[in-house]
């Protein structure tokens, strides 16, 4: 047992044929017998180690109300998208940051927990990458991603028609026209300024070329991919991006409150790389966002309480 950030971490060889699941299973009564709030004891799987090893983690205090560190750009700093984004800390006070270069990002949780906040974190470190474009369509209506219209190729708030509308129209030019002039880009470059076809800090700096990062966001996804008139649309060319994007400098970011088959179509959740999860209500949801097998794995947002918003 030792001291370790805002709390204290023990690390338990259970009986054997015990797993770290059955005691993920039982997280309540774990507490009940700690005598410590829900919120405040974290029990986790260490399949390095071997099959049997728990690494339990009890916070001072519950996690809704620990205070975090200041944001690490918050006075001074660079935004690159082509270097880890800080996007917050974990229970134990360390950063956790996300590469969105050549990668997507999917964000899902029940509604009032934090998704547009949660995807606010990373379209503002890619609007201060003075190389990033940004397309965003926020389908809430709320104006919550206000603050960054003025800095955007493309921008729509709304959950009518027409604001959908527009943003499939945004979204099949980049599927369309962007997959397409930007592959063609690379394939002409030689070889030894584009080394495994991939694009660079160097490349995406040269205007000419047009391989800057494109940041494509869509809140409240399900509003898009379960339309009547515009979903399979959608699909097909979310589809089309989230496939071929990353390698091309397109990243896809998406967040919705319905994690199902609908709203979250199949060849778009089996190609994102990186997910985040607010509080879910079951396993179906939890793996639907965290893909298959995460709450088998430890993985489990349905660990949360109504009190965990943002967490």
Same mark, same amino acid.
């Given at each position: 047992?030792?001291?370790?950030?805002?709390?204290?971490?023990?690390?338990?060889?259970?009986?054997?044929?015990?797993?770290?699941?059955?005691?993920?299973?039982?997280?309540?009564?774990?507490?009940?017998?700690?005598?410590?709030?829900?919120?405040?004891?974290?029990?986790?799987?260490?399949?390095?180690?071997?099959?049997?090893?728990?690494?339990?983690?009890?916070?001072?205090?519950?996690?809704?109300?620990?205070?975090?560190?200041?944001? @690490?750009? #918050?006075?001074?700093? $660079?935004?690159?998208?082509?270097? =880890? *984004?800080? /996007?917050?800390? %974990?229970?134990?006070?360390?950063?956790?940051?996300?590469?969105?270069?050549?990668?997507?990002?999917?964000?899902?949780?029940?509604?009032?927990?934090?998704?547009?906040?949660?995807?606010?974190?990373?379209?503002?470190?890619?609007?201060?990458?003075?190389?990033?474009?940004?397309?965003?369509?926020?389908?809430?209506?709320?104006?919550?991603?206000?603050?960054?219209?003025?800095?955007?190729?493309?921008?729509?708030?709304?959950?009518?028609?027409?604001?959908?509308?527009?943003?499939?129209?945004?979204?099949?030019?980049?599927?369309?026209?962007?997959?397409?002039?930007?592959?063609?880009?690379?394939?002409?470059?030689?070889?030894?300024?584009?080394?495994?076809?991939?694009?660079? @800090?160097? #490349?995406?700096?040269? $205007?000419?070329?047009?391989?800057? =990062? *494109?940041? /494509?966001?869509? %809140?409240?996804?399900?509003?898009?991919?379960?339309?009547?008139?515009?979903?399979?649309?959608?699909?097909?060319?979310?589809?089309?991006?989230?496939?071929?994007?990353?390698?091309?400098?397109?990243?896809?970011?998406?967040?919705?409150?319905?994690?199902?088959?609908?709203?979250?179509?199949?060849?778009?959740?089996?190609?994102?790389?990186?997910?985040?999860?607010?509080?879910?209500?079951?396993?179906?949801?939890?793996?639907?966002?965290?893909?298959?097998?995460?709450?088998?794995?430890?993985?489990?947002?349905?660990?949360?309480?109504?009190?965990?918003?943002?967490?």
């Amino acid at each position: 047992m030792t001291r370790d950030g805002p709390g204290y971490r023990v690390a338990i060889d259970l009986p054997h044929g015990v797993t770290p699941q059955e005691i993920l299973d039982r997280r309540d009564k774990l507490a009940s017998g700690l005598r410590r709030p829900l919120g405040c004891v974290w029990p986790e799987p260490e399949d390095m180690t071997h099959a049997g090893r728990l690494v339990l983690y009890v916070c001072d205090e519950p996690l809704s109300k620990a205070r975090q560190p200041a944001y @690490p750009l #918050l006075r001074a700093g $660079k935004a690159d998208l082509f270097e =880890p *984004l800080p /996007f917050g800390t %974990d229970q134990r006070c360390r950063p956790v940051s996300l590469l969105l270069m050549f990668a997507n990002l999917l964000i899902g949780s029940i509604p009032r927990q934090g998704k547009t906040v949660a995807m606010r974190v990373a379209l503002l470190y890619a609007a201060l990458d003075p190389r990033a474009e940004l397309r965003i369509f926020e389908l809430k209506g709320t104006g919550d991603l206000d603050p960054l219209a003025k800095c955007c190729h493309a921008y729509g708030s709304g959950a009518d028609d027409d604001t959908i509308e527009a943003a499939l129209r945004s979204l099949q030019q980049v599927a369309e026209v962007e997959l397409v002039k930007r592959a063609a880009k690379i394939r002409a470059l030689p070889k030894d300024e584009c080394p495994d076809s991939k694009i660079t @800090p160097a #490349l995406a700096g040269k $205007k000419s070329l047009g391989l800057h =990062p *494109l940041v /494509f966001a869509i %809140d409240e996804a399900q509003e898009a991919f379960s339309h009547p008139d515009f979903g399979k649309l959608f699909e097909q060319y979310a589809t089309a991006v989230i496939k071929r994007g990353p390698a091309l400098g397109i990243i896809l970011v998406l967040a919705t409150q319905r994690p199902d088959a609908k709203s979250l179509p199949t060849g778009v959740t089996s190609n994102v790389a990186l997910r985040f999860c607010l509080r879910v209500m079951d396993q179906t949801a939890n793996d639907m966002v965290l893909g298959t097998s995460a709450y088998k794995t430890g993985v489990r947002a349905t660990l949360m309480t109504v009190n965990d918003k943002g967490c």
